[in-house]
């Protein structure tokens, strides 16, 4: 909670969206004390993570939860939202949504709840997901990709096909951006590919993202192409009207 509250604090009263936490299985083994509770996986890339971890083990997500309320009731940062991982299926995200409320953090205009859109079945189901009222999606491009072009992102054999610019992964990214900006929905990105790839960043602003995220060495980089881009469509759309 004080980590969180650092950062909440700092942004306040922007917004500030949690993702819950989403190490695999490995990552947690390496911790100290992991061996002892971690099972080993063949490919923990896809194994037991996010939304359904906090299904399976409610008391360990209780914790995370009573962190973020520490930070929001505690310390009145209600500028601090929550983000669910790694989802799955609606009755994954049902089931997390409804841990979350059992555990006092209530959906609402002041408290919002977004989902990462990682998996293609979020990306093929997400007017379902909209219908049951998030308030935001952020874009995982890195499991995006890996998930779509089914190559494991963690090996090296495979690195030098794994490419956020795909047309399919484009194609699924640009649907989300679509489908959100058609529905009112928050629509943000989050992994390395606006990062790496500007033409992926205006391709983005041009079908209506209402954020992206990128790493600090590119930031000044990227307000500027997305201001260029930006003034393109307003001078586009003058032209039109």
């Known amino acids: 909670?004080?980590?969180?509250?650092?950062?909440?604090?700092?942004?306040?009263?922007?917004?500030?969206?949690?993702?819950?936490?989403?190490?695999?299985?490995?990552?947690?083994?390496?911790?100290?004390?992991?061996?002892?509770?971690?099972?080993?996986?063949?490919?923990p890339m896809i194994g037991f993570r996010?939304?359904?971890?906090?299904?399976?083990?409610?008391?360990?997500?209780?914790?995370?939860?009573?962190?973020?309320?520490?930070?929001?009731?505690?310390?009145?940062?209600?500028?601090?939202?929550?983000?669910?991982?790694?989802?799955?299926?609606?009755?994954?995200?049902r089931k997390v949504r409804d841990l979350i409320t059992q555990n006092g953090?209530?959906?609402?205009?002041?408290?919002?709840?977004?989902?990462?859109?990682?998996?293609?079945?979020?990306?093929?189901?997400?007017?379902?997901?909209?219908?049951?009222?998030?308030?935001?999606?952020?874009?995982?491009?890195?499991?995006?990709t890996q998930l779509t072009l089914g190559i494991d992102r963690d090996s090296a054999k495979l690195a030098s096909e794994f490419d956020e610019r795909y047309p399919a992964v484009l194609n699924s990214i640009l649907h989300v951006v679509r489908t959100c900006r058609k529905h009112h929905v928050t629509c943000s990105i989050c992994g390395?590919?606006?990062?790496?790839?500007?033409?992926?960043?205006?391709?983005?602003?041009k079908a209506g993202t209402t954020s992206v995220s990128v790493a600090p060495d590119v930031a000044v980089s990227t307000r500027k192409l997305i201001a260029s881009v930006e003034k393109k469509l307003i001078l586009a759309k003058a032209i039109g009207d």
């Open 1 to 43: 909670s004080a980590g969180i509250a650092t950062i909440a604090q700092a942004f306040h009263p922007r917004p500030v969206v949690y993702r819950f936490t989403d190490f695999k299985t490995n990552e947690y083994k390496s911790l100290k004390g992991g061996e002892e509770f971690e099972q080993p996986e063949n490919n």
């Open 50 to 93: 996010g939304a359904s971890r906090y299904i399976a083990q409610p008391e360990e997500f209780a914790l995370e939860i009573e962190a973020i309320k520490q930070v929001r009731d505690g310390l009145d940062l209600k500028n601090l939202h929550v983000m669910i991982p790694f989802v799955r299926t609606i009755d994954e995200y």
């Open 105 to 144: 953090l209530k959906q609402g205009p002041d408290f919002k709840l977004w989902i990462m859109c990682e998996v293609p079945s979020v990306v093929m189901e997400l007017e379902r997901y909209i219908e049951e009222g998030i308030d935001g999606v952020s874009i995982g491009s890195n499991d995006l």
């Open 192 to 205: 390395q590919a606006p990062s790496v790839y500007p033409e992926i960043t205006e391709a983005m602003v």
